[in-house]
């Protein structure tokens, strides 16, 4: 196995496993999901399928194809996360479960070119975050988001960049570049918000606290 394949297979770790913490945050901490976007997960979800097809059509090696496959699933159970533990209606997870799950594979049956396909998925890939960030902004605290989950993520753009660059590949690499800033400013906001309310002495807000849907 070269460093390269290597590489590869540790960035599809950290796609599949970026999630990961914020599942746990939900169901062992917080108990509430009203500050994660379900905007955030569907577009993330359709990125992730969209680089599975990209990743078929182009040849790319079967790290890159795995990572893809193995992530899906993460997205899909926050999806129900955030009906169960927010304030969101089972229509809104059938919805972004289908959308998740259809546009991929109606961009595979309908046999679209594979730069489309990429921009697209880099397209996906570069906006998912923003609803985040709004969703964030129109709430006072941030105890639910996963300060692992901003880690592992932080690590999987380097690593998918790195990757990418050593493939050649400008779909891939500039995706991650274009992505980071907007990480970062989440990063900052999480960390403003989380100051603030130490400084305040306030308390964690209630579990079922209702606030508009991003």
Do not use: K
């Amino acid at each position: 196995m070269s460093i390269i394949d290597l590489v590869g297979y540790v960035a599809g770790l950290s796609t599949a496993g970026s999630l990961v913490p914020q599942i746990f945050r939900i169901l062992r901490t917080t108990r509430s999901a009203d500050q994660l976007s379900i905007a955030f997960l569907v577009i993330q979800g359709v990125a992730i399928g969209l680089w599975l097809v990209y990743g078929l059509r182009f040849g790319q090696a079967q790290a890159f194809q795995y990572a893809q496959i193995a992530a899906i699933g993460p997205v899909l159970i926050l999806v129900c996360l955030t009906v169960r533990f927010g304030n969101r209606s089972s229509r809104d997870a059938a919805l972004g479960i289908t959308v998740i799950l259809g546009l991929p594979l109606t961009a595979q049956m309908a046999e679209l070119p594979t730069a489309q396909v990429g921009w697209v998925a880099v397209t996906a890939t570069t906006t998912a975050l923003v609803p985040q960030v709004l969703r964030l902004r129109a709430v006072s605290n941030s105890n639910e988001i996963s300060g692992w989950f901003m880690a592992i993520f932080a690590a999987r753009l380097s690593l998918w960049f790195i990757y990418g660059v050593s493939l050649g590949n400008t779909f891939l690499w500039a995706a991650q570049v274009v992505t980071a800033p907007t990480l970062l400013y989440l990063v900052i906001l999480v960390a403003r918000r989380r100051r603030a309310t130490r400084h305040q002495g306030l308390p964690p807000p209630p579990i079922r606290s209702r606030v508009g849907a991003v």
